[in-house]
């Protein structure tokens, strides 16, 4: 910064200074602003809920699971049924848990297979001689 040798030039950079302090004054205002509406309980979940949704791959990971969980159930009930054996009963879940990873493992593979098997049935068929 320069010396300053007159009163003029004195009361000139006092303005300055002024208006320097006046709007980082008002910059600050304003990142406080932001800062206590970023952290408000609402906003954090609105925000960590955003990021996990619009992450594709744990979405995936949770519907391939959500399906093998829900695969692995219906097989363990209807290889159960009504039974009261104690065997029958850890057999079931041991093919449970099978049958929930396997699925939860190759749910685009399972897809895949799926699509390829509707396709067959109830996709159009062509003409061959």
């Known amino acids: 910064m320069q010396q300053i040798s007159t009163v ?3 009361k000139n950079a006092i303005q300055l200074l002024e ?12 990142q406080l602003v932001l800062t206590y509406e970023s952290l408000r309980p609402v906003n954090i ?9 619009s992450s594709s791959s744990l979405v995936d990971n ?3 699971n959500a399906v093998g969980m829900t ?9 159960i049924g ?9 057999l079931g879940s041991v093919l449970q848990f099978g049958i929930s990873r396997v699925i939860a ?6 897809k895949s297979v799926g699509h390829k098997l509707l396709q067959y ?3 159009e068929k062509s003409e061959s001689l």
């Open 105 to 110: 493992e190759n749910t685009e593979l399972i």
């Open 62 to 64: 949770l519907s391939g």
């Open 71 to 79: 695969s692995g159930f219906l097989i363990r009930k209807l290889f």
């Open 45 to 53: 979940v609105r925000n960590t809920l955003k990021e996990i949704f």
């Open 121 to 123: 049935f109830f996709g």
């Open 82 to 90: 009504k039974s009261g054996n104690i065997f029958k009963k850890l």
């Open 8 to 10: 003029a030039g004195l």
């Open 19 to 30: 208006v320097e302090q006046d709007i980082k004054g008002q910059q600050l205002k304003e």
